[in-house]
């Protein structure tokens, strides 16, 4: 299928993603051609457009970014089975290398070769996407395309807050993010018994009310004890979850669990931060690192999830047509939006 296709290209070293014609991505024999239908803006894209440090380090220019999507399948390599024209699809957007012993052995995320759809090699803004069959994901079309093109992030929500068994645990989450939101639907949904979320943006604390948190705090007007005191909770939190990437969030986390009590961490601080190690041992704390989804176990969750009743969409907030991209990207970063998402395609 030759012939160019709209796509939002970082093609300079400097602030800014434009939008651009470019080539269509010719799929190899295993590989599967997607039309792009709509888009989540993610954190990610947020510093590829701001071109901070992370940024300049790890993005090679010229590069077609974005990495949250729901398409349709446009064509197949001829190496491909189980997907066909037509088919509605998700996908995953770290390419793992499939032969490392963690691959080897079911764990593919935690390949340590992992590769970033819209990050290493082209992304998913534009009319089409390509990527391996072993990376797309087979969409339920009664599930929204709104809530399908946040599969990504919803993903890490779900990976991150189904870590530690949470039926008639009291969570705490810190971060009231697009994946801070969903965490609170899913930990609510999978039977929590309180969730309390924390955040310094008002707003967002609102819309964490909205999908299920028992109480928020805003740190700067407020202790995470006297929380614990108006619900009488005795022990502390049972799990924790760090999706903020704030120093002072972790700090607080950290000193508010139970002993024994179990955090997994998702928030990439910007810088190393020193750590109160006591806490952890003399409270026996659990901590586990997460990157990214299990592949595909955490895309079954969510999609059953979602068809068993997990509400997500009041963290949509808006949206757009992407050629309304800069309007989308200045919403996305303005604290008063959570997930943005553009539509390339009706289709
Ligand atoms: P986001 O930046 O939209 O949300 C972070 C939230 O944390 C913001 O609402 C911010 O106001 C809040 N915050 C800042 N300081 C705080 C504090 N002291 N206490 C409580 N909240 C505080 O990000 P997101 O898209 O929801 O992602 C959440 C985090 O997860 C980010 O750090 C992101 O980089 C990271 N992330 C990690 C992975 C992974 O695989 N590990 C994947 C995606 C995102
Ligand atoms: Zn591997």
Redesign the pocket.
Known sequence: MAGTMKALVKSRREAGLWMEEVPIPEPGINDVLIRVLKTGI???DLHIYHWDAWAQQTIPVPLVVGHEFVGRVERVGSNVAGFRPGDLVSGEGHLVCGRCRNCMAGRRHLCPHTQGVGVNRPGAFADYLCIPMTNVWGADPHIPLDILACFD?LG?AVHTALSFDVLGEDVLI????????MATAVVRHAGARYVVV????PW?LDLARRLGATRTLD?RHGALAEVQNALRMKEGFDVGLE????E??LE?LLANMCHGGRVAL????ERATPVNWNLIIFNGLTIK????REMYETWYKMTVMIQGGLDISPVITHRFPADAYAEAFAVARS?QA?KVVLTWSEG
Not at 174 to 181: D, E, H, K, Q
Not at 243 to 246: A, D, H, K, R
């Open positions: 993610c954190g990610t992030p890490n810190t971060g009231a993010g697009p994946i801070g939101l924390t955040d310094p943006n967002r740190p999706m903020s990437g704030s002072a969030a607080d998702l928030g990439i601080p690192g997460i990157y990214g604290g959570a």
